[in-house]
């Protein structure tokens, strides 16, 4: 998770960031979640039902600030959604909703709790707040994003960071989807007035387009990288990550080589080394 963003984002995490979206920021700060894991609580204006997206971690400390930012804000968490199934995102799921006696959704089955399973495509309403779900594999099979049309927003889970830019967790996620997850959300900023990305991690970001397109710019630049480092003879993915990021915090290496692996099977799928 490297390099910085576009976008102008807001002066600190946690707290409103849009109309209807607010962020409980989690105590789990770390080299790979950033500040800390982002737990949003998203509601429509003037109804008392909110749905909150990625509890985050298990910390109960962080559970109940979320169920109780909620209550302050005149509402009752009503459904409970996944982008992914990371620890830092869903690992609190459960415990959550013991506390709100909510369903969990999620795409993967083995995270859902008394709910249906989300799709791409599928529409989710709660107390008239409209969400779009859209299937973004790539940094893992399971990634979802939810477009928020009344904020043009995006919330992105790890897809897109509000700082730096996430890992491909080989093997789970693969380069391919996650490009093809990257295009789609491009689509959804050129074209249907997506402008804020609200991350799991990270700042919010007031240029969604700009975001993205950094990102596929930065996707394209390592890529070219990865395959020059093999040219030249680096052969294993540490050999790789210890040629391509030396500049970047050896307390990502780990990270880094996963995307590694998921860029060297994408240029042997192409046929390129």
Known sequence: ???????????????????????????????????????????????????????????????RAVVRTAEELGKRVALTLLTHGHADHAEGA?????????????????????????????TVTTGGLELRVLGTPGHTSD???????????????????????????????????YLDSLRRLRILAAEHGVATVLPGHGPVL?????????????????????????????????DVVAHVYADVDRSLWPAAELSVRAQLRYLEDHGLI
Do not use: K
């Not at 909703?97 to 989300?118: F, I, K, Q, S």
């Not at 928020?148 to 996620?173: C, F, I, Q």
């Not at 700009?210 to 680096?234: I, K, M, N």
């Open 1 to 63: 998770m490297t390099g910085i963003l576009p976008g102008a984002p807001l002066p600190r995490i946690g707290g409103p960031a849009t109309e209807r979206a607010v962020c409980v920021l989690a105590p789990n700060p770390s080299p790979m979640t950033l500040d800390g894991t982002n737990t949003w609580i998203l509601s429509e204006p003037g109804s008392d039902l909110a749905v909150v997206v990625d509890p985050g971690p298990l910390h109960e400390d962080h559970l």
């Open 94 to 122: 459960a415990r959550f909703a013991e506390l709100t006696r909510t369903p969990v959704r999620a795409l993967d089955p083995t995270h859902r709790l008394g709910g249906e399973g989300l799709h791409h495509g599928a």
């Open 206 to 238: 007031a240029d969604a387009l700009g975001a993205v397109d950094y990102y596929l710019a930065h996707r394209a630049s390592r890529l070219a990288q990865v395959e020059t480092a093999v040219e030249a003879g680096h052969r294993t993915a540490a």
């Open 143 to 177: 990634s979802l994003c939810f477009h928020l049309p009344a904020d043009g927003a995006v919330l992105t889970g790890d897809t897109v960071l509000g700082r730096g830019t996430t890992m491909v967790a080989h093997p789970d996620g693969t380069l391919g989807d």
